[in-house]
C-alpha cells in the first residue's frame, strides 16, 4: 500500500505491480491518479492516508507493506504510525524531507528515508574526490559505506589484512561491474573497487591508510 500518488509514488506502484504485486495507492487528489499508465490495475482510493475509514477501504487489513511518500512530513509520519500501530503492518518506510526529524522517527523504529541527507550525500559524492563522502550513512552519523581508493601496493594483498589493517569491514568488492563478498582467499585486484563500512569517525584513518603501501604484516 502506498500513500501519495506522486512521481515516487506512482514510481513504486508501477516498478510493484511488473513484479507480481497487488497494489492500493492512496492520495487526498484524484487528479494525482492521473501518473499512473493507463494499464495500472491496482486500487486508487481518495482520501487522507491517516484516516482509518480511507486506509479499511484501501486494504489495510490485509497490507503486507505501507510507504507513505506524500509531499509532508507530519502526514508520513503519521499514517506510518497508524499502519503499524493500529493496524500491524510489520513493512512501513516514511519519507521524511527534514533530516533531523527523520533520525527522530528512526529511533522510535519508523523506517525514514531522509530525502535531503541523501540527496545531498548523492551530489557530494560527485563533485567531491573520491573516498571523502560516504555512499550511505545510517540516521545516526555513526556507520558509513564508503568507497576507498587504495594504492597500487595492495593489490594482490588479501581481502582480510585490509580488513585486519584498517579495523573496517569490507562489505564488498566491486570487480569489473559485478559485487563479489570477499572470502578467506579473496585477494585484491587491480580495478577493484572497495566498499568498507566503518564509523565515520574512523573514515579519515581508513582513507590515509589504503592510501599508502600496506607493512610488512600485511603484505
Not at 503499524?84 to 533530516?99: H, K, L, Q, S, T
Not at 564488498?172 to 563479489?180: D, H
Request: proline letters at 5%; aromatic letters at 6%.
Amino acid at each position: 500500500m502506498i500513500m501519495g500518488c506522486g512521481r515516487v509514488g506512482s514510481t513504486l506502484a508501477h516498478i510493484l505491480e511488473d513484479n507480481g504485486h497487488s497494489v492500493a495507492i492512496i492520495d487526498r487528489d484524484p487528479q494525482a491518479f492521473r501518473r499512473l499508465r493507463a494499464g495500472f490495475h491496482g486500487r486508487r482510493v481518495t482520501g487522507v492516508g491517516f484516516d482509518r475509514d480511507v486506509l479499511g477501504e484501501a486494504g489495510i487489513e490485509s497490507a503486507a507493506a505501507f510507504v507513505a511518500v506524500s509531499s509532508g512530513d507530519n502526514s508520513n509520519i503519521i499514517s506510518a504510525r497508524v499502519a503499524r500501530e493500529m493496524f500491524g503492518v510489520e513493512n512501513v518506510v516514511a519519507r521524511i524531507y527534514d533530516p533531523r526529524r527523520a533520525e527522530v522517527y528512526q529511533r522510535l523504529g519508523i523506517p525514514t528515508v531522509a530525502t535531503v541527507r541523501w540527496t545531498a550525500d548523492q551530489i557530494l559524492r560527485r563533485v567531491l574526490p573520491e573516498g571523502a563522502e560516504p555512499l550511505w550513512r545510517d540516521t545516526t552519523g555513526t556507520v558509513v559505506l564508503a568507497e576507498v581508493p587504495f594504492h597500487p601496493c595492495w593489490i594482490g594483498v588479501r581481502a582480510r589484512a585490509a580488513e585486519d589493517a584498517t579495523g573496517a569491514r569490507l562489505a564488498f568488492i566491486n570487480r569489473m561491474g559485478e559485487a563479489l563478498v570477499p572470502k578467506d582467499g579473496t585477494v585484491i585486484q587491480e580495478g577493484d573497487i572497495l566498499h568498507l563500512v566503518a564509523a565515520e569517525s574512523d573514515m579519515g584513518r581508513i582513507n590515509k591508510m589504503l592510501s599508502g603501501p600496506p607493512s610488512d604484516e600485511e603484505n
